[in-house]
């Protein structure tokens, strides 16, 4: 049965897809080991940082037991700290345009706005997965195809095992989420400050 959501799929593999802050950085060559070793390392950390914060927001929706609109309540005011946090953030750490980007561990393709690099160049791309995180997701790969109406197709050096596994499972989550959202419309709640339930 179709659910109304296509699955978003890139270099044979499900793909995550938002319309997200992105900057491509061209380098003269791959980085240096301890580079990428030490960018391996930040990216776990964000990944996992980025999974804890979006498991932090999915609570059943049951509003029998006095215990649990406690944790509604307490919820919310955390949402509310979050997104003045946020803010905070965005005005002290300026971020790139968003754009619509596709991702997934084997690579990535956006659309490119001014003029940028040629197939074959080796660069860096900055992934800025959440409001909430000051740091991008640092992801080293190297230009496979630029398409005539400026789509840019770039294939990432091997991550490793550890970031390839969140990766895949930020885009399983995001996939779930559209699937779910197709399948049951949402309603405007003001009392969860602008965010829409099921």
């Not at 699955?7 to 499900?14: A, P």
């Not at 740091?135 to 109406?149: D, F, K, Q, S």
Request: proline share 6%; glycine share 6%; charged share 30%.
């Amino acid at each position: 049965m179709y659910e109304g959501v296509d699955t978003v799929v890139l270099y044979s593999e499900l793909a995550y897809e938002d319309v997200i802050p992105v900057n491509w950085r061209v380098l003269n060559a791959p980085p240096a080991p301890e580079v990428y070793a030490h960018a391996a390392d930040r990216n776990l950390r964000l990944l996992q940082a980025c999974a804890a914060l979006e498991e932090a927001g999915q609570t059943e929706r049951s509003d029998d037991n006095a215990a649990h609109a406690d944790m509604l309540r307490l919820d919310l005011k955390l949402n509310l700290l979050l997104d003045l946090v946020g803010r905070l953030l965005l005005v002290n750490h300026p971020r790139p345009k968003g754009v619509p980007l596709r991702f997934n561990a084997r690579g990535a393709s956006w659309q490119l706005f001014e003029a940028g690099p040629k197939p074959g160049d080796e660069g860096e791309l900055e992934i800025y997965l959440n409001d909430y995180l000051v740091e991008p997701l640092r992801m080293y790969g190297r230009v496979a195809n630029l398409t005539a109406e400026g789509r840019i197709g770039v294939k990432f050096h091997d991550s490793g095992e550890a970031i390839s596994d969140l990766i895949e499972k930020l885009a399983f989550r995001r996939h779930r989420r559209q699937v779910a959202d197709a399948r049951q419309p949402r309603s405007f709640d003001p009392s969860r400050t602008g965010r829409f339930r099921r």
